[in-house]
């Protein structure tokens, strides 16, 4: 089964941003612009990694992070936050949190792909390339 990545992002410049950037990996993209579509998402399209920024309407990320871990349908879902918040204290956060990752804005899409391919392993595989 090849892999899905699911993208929460309000701004629609920095979701299209994070689509482009993951389209190479030749995965299965969708995307939310709030907490609560993305909460929903996860869900019904069980993806194998999601990419989750913090500042979201509706439902903020991290309560998304926390809906998602305390389900048992999603709690293996590998999380990425993907945050302009660089500080410290906001990683140690993540992590304290159940995120398997942390990426800030502005991110290097190389880097993105390779905190992907780092969280795979779960059942979805990459599709090779080239």
Known sequence: MDATVLIVEDSPSVRRLIE????????KVIAAEDGIRGLAMARSEAPDVIL?????PGIDGWEVLRELRADPETADISVIIVTAHAQPEVAAAAERRGADGFITKPFKPGHLREEIVAQMGRG???????
């Open 20 to 27: 482009v950037s993951v389209r190479p990996l030749g995965v």
């Open 52 to 56: 989750l920024d913090i500042g979201l």
């Open 124 to 130: 979805a595989q990459i599709p090779r390339t080239g």
